[in-house]
Structure formats: C-alpha cells, structure tokens
C-alpha cells in the first residue's frame, strides 16, 4: 500500500488525509502544535486508521519514506524538509492540487488577488447558487477543496452537502447533485503549491505587496499569481489595479477587464463597466452592443471596492452563461461578508463596524476610506511588511482618534508621532479597545467605530476570525446594555 505523509491537522490537512485515504493510501498526519482539541482530532481520525503524529516535524531519514506529501496551505513550501524532499524525487503537492486531481472534470472559478478576494468569491458563489447551479465555494473559505472532492461519491458524483458558511450561500440553497462548478478562493500559498490547476474563468482582484516574508520579492509574489491566470482558459482583471493595469497590455491582452469609470476606461475591447448606475457588458467588436446587465445599488456593501468585486463576480457569471435575472435576483439577496466591513451594531448613534479581514495596510486603507468620518479606529496585531503611507494618510483624514491593540502598538504609535498625528492610545486588548472606544466616539461626536487592523491576527488569536468574532461579542455587550 503507498503511504503518504500530510503536513498541517487544520481543516485541509485534515480533509487531505481522509480523501487519500479513500483512495487506498495508508496515511499519517503530523502537525508541530499540541492541544486538548488537537488530541481530540487525533483520536477520532485514529478510528479512521490515520495515524495523527503531534509535536512531530517531519524527517525524512528512516528507510519508510512516503511517495506523496500533501501540504496545508499555512506551510511554507521552502521549508527545509519540503526542500529535502523533492530533492529525494518525492512527489511535494498541496491540499488544493490533489483536489483538483480529483475535480479536474468539473469547471472551476478560481479566484486570487491581495485584497478582494473572500467578497467575490462569496458573491460568485451565491450568484452561480441562485441561478441553480451546485456550485460549492471552497480553499480559503467555505470548504476546503478535498472537502468538496470528498463528497464526490463514486456512483455518478452525486452529493447532498450544506455549505457551512451560509454567507457563501443562500441558506436555503442545498449543495446536491452533480457538482456543476467549483468555486475557489487561492492564496499565493496554495498557488504555489498547486502548480497544474487549470480554472476555466481565472480571476485576479488586486495586486499590492503582501506576505512578502515567505515570498521575498514582489516579482516572485506577481509570478506565482500570474501562474494561476495562465493555466486559466478565460482571464478577469480588475482594470482599476495600478499595477494589473501596468502589467496588462504587455502581459494580459486577451482578458476580460472591468472598471468602475466608465468604457473608456477598459484596456480591451470586452469587459464589464458602470455607466449610469448600471453593471453593462460590452463583447467587443463593431457590430456587438453593449448590455445592461443589473443595477450597482442594488449591492447593499459600501465602497467603491466593492463595486470593483462586483464587476468581477458580474463578469464571471457572464462568461458562464447564467442570465441577468438570477445575477440581479442574488445581488439583490446578498448580505455581505462577515469580518469585512461587517456592521455589528448602532448604539446611540454610532455604528460598530468589523473589518477584520483587513490584515495589510492597503486592505484597512480600503475600509477606512469607505466609512462615514469622523471615525475611531482599532488597530493593531501582528504587523506586516509593507508601505503604510496611504493607510497613514487615511488616518489623518478621516480617524478622530486611534486605539492600538496587540503586539503592533507601539510601532504604530510610533509610526502616528512621526506623521504628527497624536490621537492615538495603546489599549493593548480588544475588551478594552471597545470599551474605550464608545466613550471616545461619544465625546468626538464619531459616526463609526471601525476595527480595520492593517496587522495579521497571530500575536492574540488563531486568525483574523477569531478576532472579529471576539469585537463583535464586546459591540454587541455595549449595544445590549446602553
């Protein structure tokens, strides 16, 4: 029997260890952390004959070596036995690429980008769901991509599954059936892992420098996401990206643009654009006219960058052939993505807003410039390599004061005296940042307060969900009791 190895007891690793498994691979899984949940997993998969190693990083000096590893994504893919390993001619792949060997028959959506990328995988999901298409949403949300294969049972592929995120979704949509398409939301991470996934429409939302500390240069950052537009047969660019618009004439001639200016402002002669309100799609040619395709009010999220995401997810529905009405029907229904831009609560006036998922500078420049000012902003965690000019400069404008949390603070608070800006206080946890920051919006006048991190979460929590769900816990306490 072959034997595999996977790396990582998260949710992939997990699901790559039990689709393998099914496949007839005797499987062990090791994970370098040990917890009480952790000894709980590995007791159940136990029952499973997969054998789950705690506290154990992988070492390949024994004669019973494994002929596959499957990575988690949050693995980097140059770390030493990785190396080591492929060295030694052992096949190194990720949890999305055995996925795909599994999926490879069914058209995939796969959507990549340094900001934007959760909101329209989300929307194409509901939109692709709506028209009643089993269309699951997976990779870095909803599933994870062994997940969906997993549910693929072999008389005929048929599945009858729930998606657990039901903002993906509408809730009272069923996964079942033949999948019709897959939905995948992919990280640099999990590109780089997964060299041979070939979507059929490939969409890149945005490029700015980020993870730049496992990737080491922008140029090698911009490589492994262009890689994934390659192998797409049909290519989505957000026209509006400085640096996707340098790159697009000389690289990305054939693909379809979208622009929240106008036609005009469309690098081809086929894309989508707002004119009047309205998504409108232009096919290119001189006898082709352009269509309206539905309202852009219609999408109840605020932000100009939202219009962006729903252009794309409008231009991946197109290309699919689903008709206008299910597209304006979806948009219409869709509540948003939790941890972006999420409203929680209004008290007294001010609302409490949660944008976790903005864990860089450009992401949390995105948020604060897309609420009402004045503003009291929480910030801070596990900071990131990056340029904070613009998220600075956002600060100035629009934040009457500042409140820092996590190991980032003090950076940051000496990033704000040096901008001259010194509205700022160091609350260092999220209880007392909330706390604090309804009695600064009560004597400032505030209209919002606005946790937009421009940090990663790791330094207090497990991920950016975890801190989102912990501020809205504290809203909603002040909302309760008044």
Known sequence: MPRAHVIGLGKS???????????????????????????????????????????YSLEL????????????????????????AR???????????????????????AVTGTNGKTTTTSLIAAIFQTAGLNAPACGNIGYAACEVALYLERNGGETSIQNPDSQIQNPKSKIQNQIDWVIAELSSYQIESSASVAPRIGIWTTFTPDHLSRHKTLENYYNIKAHLLKQSELQVFNGDDPYLRQVGEKDWSSAYWTSITGKDSLLNSKGYYIEDGWVVETKGGASSEDERIVEASTLRMVGEH???NLLMSVAAARLAGIDKDAIARSIREFPGVPHRLEHICTWEGIDFINDSKATNYDAAEVGLASVKSPLILIAGGEAKAGDDTGFLAKIKAKAAFVLLIGNAAPTFA?????????????????????????????????AVVLLSPACASFDQYANFEQRGDHFRRSCLDICRLG
Request: charged residues 25%; aromatic residues 6%.
């Open 13 to 55: 690793g997990i699901a790559a260890a039990r689709l393998l498994k099914r496949d007839g691979w005797e499987v062990d899984l090791g994970d370098r952390s040990t917890s009480p949940d952790l000894l709980k997993q590995q007791q159940e998969l136990a029952a499973e004959q997969i054998a789950v190693k705690l506290g």
């Open 87 to 109: 060295e030694m001619g052992i096949e190194t792949i990720g949890e999305m690429e055995l996925a795909w060997r599994h999926l490879r028959s069914i058209p995939w959506v």
């Open 414 to 446: 000496q990033r704000l005296q040096q901008e001259g800006y010194h509205s700022y206080e160091i609350v260092e946890t999220m209880d007392r940042a909330v706390s604090r920051s309804a009695e600064l919006a009560k004597q400032y006048q505030a």
């Open 306 to 308: 939202n219009l962006q």
């Open 61 to 84: 000096n024994s004669s019973d070596l494994p002929q596959l590893i499957v990575v988690s994504p949050g693995v980097p893919w140059d770390i030493p036995p990785l190396i080591k």
